[in-house]
């Protein structure tokens, strides 16, 4: 089925406020298709695709489901954090209606365009958001499905005239094997996952199949880091990051207001940029999305201004309160190499400032299979403060807590807290800068935090 020309009447979402879920949302409420759909609770991505015209239930209820979606004419897509349990996804399996998951739908909508696509460990929402900013500058209205709220769209979907789609490729549960791109880019290769892969190995295997999906008039461009893991895979493989690479960035500069560099294009053309955007980190990243675009045909130049507007992504080093020389900032960081990057963005932007992280840890296994790693990064702010762990699609595993985690822990102050403890958080402590840290719900403490922050320093 190719879901550019033909679309369904009705598509019915389990997990509608999941960010990949809602973003196949919009893009069919813009094709005037009916969405309906479920989630646990209200967010701000089932509150966009309310506004939109989609309508979303909060229980699991089949009663609640909308008359004219009883009908088995109706396409449901599902995510796979979605509980085997629910009763909604039971009503639907058992009553004639064909069940996609969401990765299956992507990939046939893709079918119909020229096909970006943007796999990594780390690095790929960003990324993403990056090559469609850098894209629609320079004259393309693409279409793209971003794994995050551009700031600069604010949304995580665009809907596009041309050919060309931008796509957030996730390598969770094998999604990206769905995708046969044109472009394809590859930002890390790092163990994660370990629920689903089993070991490292099974995901370098994993990311070598999507790398040779890539279209034979395309080509691929990865991160000279794991350059050999692709090694092989697609005759026009291009590099990125270091000094050796096709493209690569020089004179890395960071302050206050974002980062600069000299960006190299193939060894030859320099051009001087500046994106107000945090972390040494997203100099590679916002070098790969120009890199791909380079390859797909973009100028320089284009490229090079398009950057200097480029806005990042919500909840990737996203700064909700600064006052006073005091800061609110949260990420989505729940991987201890990323939270390595977030303490590195902070000593590089804000030397010599008293920093607070304030975790979430997501997910049992990972969790398990991290613990080390996760201390060892989080060791490097001055003051550490943990939350339960927030499970999505797990059950508790035995010996695997917060309490765990903290014990491997050495900063200088450390705690375990409650998501009520606000006020505690921010009056009982001394600090600079306050990071929330997290991929679960730790989003949800950002107003009460930004508050008694305001209260405090602001006053």
Known sequence: MNLKTTYPEKIFLLGAGGIGMSALGHYFLQRGVKVAGYDRTPSETTAMLQKSGAMVMFRDDIRLIPDEFTSDTAMVIYTPAVPSELQLINFFRNNG?????????????????????????????????????????CGNNCTAFIGGISKNLQSNFAGGSSNIMVAEADEYDRSFHQLFPRYSVVTSVEPDHLDIYGDYNAVKESFRKFASQTQENGCLLVNEKYAGILSGTHPHMFTYGGVQSDYYAENIRTSEQGIAYDFVFRGKKVYHVTVPVYG???????????????????????????????????????????????????????????????????????????????????????????????????????????????????????????QMLLGKINAKEKYLVNKEDANKIVSGNEFDILVTIGAGDIDTMIPALKNQMQMKYES
């Open 97 to 137: 209606y064909t069940l996609y998951k969401r990765a299956q739908v992507l990939g046939m909508i893709a079918k119909g365009y020229s096909c970006f696509a943007i796999a990594g460990t780390h690095g790929k929402t960003t990324t993403t958001s990056a090559v469609t900013h850098i894209l629609r500058q």
């Open 280 to 402: 040494l980190h997203n100099a590679e990243n916002t070098v790969a999305a120009g890199a791909i675009a380079h390859l797909s045909g973009m100028k320089e130049e284009d490229i090079c201004q398009a950057l200097s507007t480029f806005t990042g992504v919500k909840r990737r080093f996203d700064v909700i309160f600064s006052a006073a020389g005091k800061m609110l900032v949260d990420d989505y960081a729940h991987h201890p190499d990323e939270i390595n990057a977030l303490a590195r963005t902070l000593r590089s932007h804000f030397p010599g400032k008293k920093t607070a992280a304030l975790f979430q840890p997501h997910l049992f296994t990972r969790t398990r299979d991290f613990a080390d790693g996760f201390a060892s990064a989080l060791s490097l702010f001055d003051i550490v403060m943990l939350l339960d762990i927030y499970p999505a699609r797990e059950l508790p595993i035995e010996g695997i807590t917060s």
